[in-house]
């Protein structure tokens, strides 16, 4: 066989990352989010988003320096730390709400395609768009990530169209005006009739969600343990400071009534609108394409440690090391979820198996970290307060955002760990579990011989 195309940090990890993060909500709701919280509540929302991205980038960062991971990216690190059943409960609805995401990405592009050419059939283009992001995503990794370079070309483009409409006067509103908290006045779909700050966070937090984009090539990465750390925190600070830009460059370039009532205000208000556009549809079309190949990698890494049925023919790579029955499974997933036509009622889902993947990432390494074992020796090493930010940022993200789905999240990786758990799976690597049960018994044992006095039943 053949041996599979390898890639470096920037096009296997900086790439799909920054591009998943800079996503639509980028283009179509961060100048609505101004427009609502004002400045400072936006440069708020980013940073509190951002923080909780870092925090977690971090502790991912430090595991992934300690072990050798294999393809799966987040399913494999939680695995190869707590167990399988712990890591398929994470990685089987997380492989399904990674599918989603394509299909919520190919109705995203198709709302700014139709904005262009409004009598197009919207089923015709969501097609399309599927038989391309599944034929370059099948064709090979390295097809796509050819394709995403060509992706950050043109949304590299669409940022510089900003930056030449503020040189030639777009910022017409004073900086101490623009600079101000918002009114929250709410959208359209509501009559602005009133929002929150926590309803807008909601609406940006999706966008700080593709830290993992990087992360879920780690079976195709030629030095995972570099490569990941170093793209995942240079995309991070990257979109960041982008973030924070645009969100200085709208305040000063449309007044409030602008930018609550009119999703496309950035489209307009930059020096050239048409690239613009086009970035819209690279910013889609470049999440779905990142999603396509992560998910494949989630369901091929679960089928090679037999954690679903049929996990040898899930497991089958061709001779690139393509693994083409895993990508098949996949194009099927999101071509019946496409049928639905309408996923609102599930993007929530989408988001939340997010958050608890972050959640879980930081468990792991508070968890290392308190153990004290001696396998513990990351070459990046983050103190002790950062996995506890992130693990209680994500939880109070999950609860902001939708209480209930949130408690629908955690039940269904309950339900399926219960599955697991039962399946009698064999781990084919050491896991930390040996070294908690051994803590827990030597603190259970220090705890009884502390005992003023010993009773004994009669």
């Not at 066989?1 to 940090?9: D, L, N, P, Q, Y």
Request: charged letters at 10%.
């Amino acid at each position: 066989m053949a041996e599979a195309k390898k890639f470096g940090t920037f096009g296997g990890v900086f790439t799909p990352t920054l591009l998943t993060i800079l996503g639509v909500i980028m283009y179509l709701r961060l100048g609505w989010v101004v427009g609502n919280a004002g400045l400072l509540g936006a440069w708020l929302i980013i940073i509190i988003s951002f923080i909780i991205t870092l925090c977690t980038a971090l502790s991912m960062s430090s595991i992934t320096t300690n072990i050798r991971i294999g393809a799966g990216g987040a399913y494999a690190i939680i695995s190869q730390s707590l167990g399988l059943e712990v890591g398929g409960s994470l990685g089987i609805p997380r492989y399904i709400s990674q599918g989603l995401a394509v299909t919520m990405y190919i109705f995203g592009f198709r709302e700014g395609w139709l904005a262009i050419f409004p009598d197009a059939s919207p089923f015709m283009v969501d097609l399309i768009v599927f038989i391309l992001l599944f034929g370059i995503a099948y064709k090979s990794a390295e097809l796509a990530i050819k394709t995403q370079y060509i992706i950050m070309a043109i949304i590299l483009l669409s940022l510089i169209t900003i930056v030449f409409a503020s040189y030639y006067g777009s910022m017409q509103i004073p900086s101490e005006d623009a600079a101000r908290w918002g009114t929250f006045r709410g959208s359209p779909e509501n009559n602005f009739s009133g929002s929150d700050f926590w309803i807008v966070f909601a609406v940006f937090f999706p966008a700080a969600t593709g830290i993992m984009a990087g992360a879920n090539m780690s079976g195709e990465l030629i030095n995972p343990r570099h490569s990941i750390p170093k793209g995942t925190l240079w995309a991070i600070g990257v979109s960041f400071f982008i973030y924070m830009f645009l969100a200085y460059w709208v305040a000063r370039s449309a007044s409030e009534q602008e930018l609550i009532s009119n999703y496309n205000i950035i489209i307009e208000r930059s020096f050239w609108p048409p690239a613009m556009i086009i970035g819209v549809l690279g910013a889609t079309f470049s999440s779905a394409l990142a999603s396509v190949l992560g998910s494949s990698r989630i369901l091929f890494a679960m089928g090679q440690h037999g954690v679903l049925p049929q996990g040898k023919w899930l497991a089958f790579q061709d001779n690139l090391g393509q693994p083409r029955n895993a990508m098949i499974v996949t194009g099927i997933l999101i071509f019946v979820s496409m049928l639905l036509r309408d996923l609102n009622a599930i993007a929530p889902l989408v988001t939340m198996f997010f958050l608890v993947t972050y959640a879980m990432l930081n468990v792991v390494v508070i968890i290392e970290q308190k153990l004290g074992l001696i396998s513990f020796r990351p070459l990046l090493k983050v103190g002790g307060i950062i996995p506890w930010v992130g693990l209680i940022s994500s939880l109070l993200a999950m609860f902001i955002i939708n209480p209930t789905i949130s408690l629908v999240s955690w039940a269904l990786m309950f339900v399926v760990y219960g599955i697991l758990s039962k399946s009698d799976l064999e781990t084919p690597f050491e896991d930390v579990r040996s070294g908690l049960f051994s803590s827990f018994s030597e603190w259970a044992a220090k705890h009884t011989a502390s005992l003023s006095h010993k009773q004994e039943r009669s």
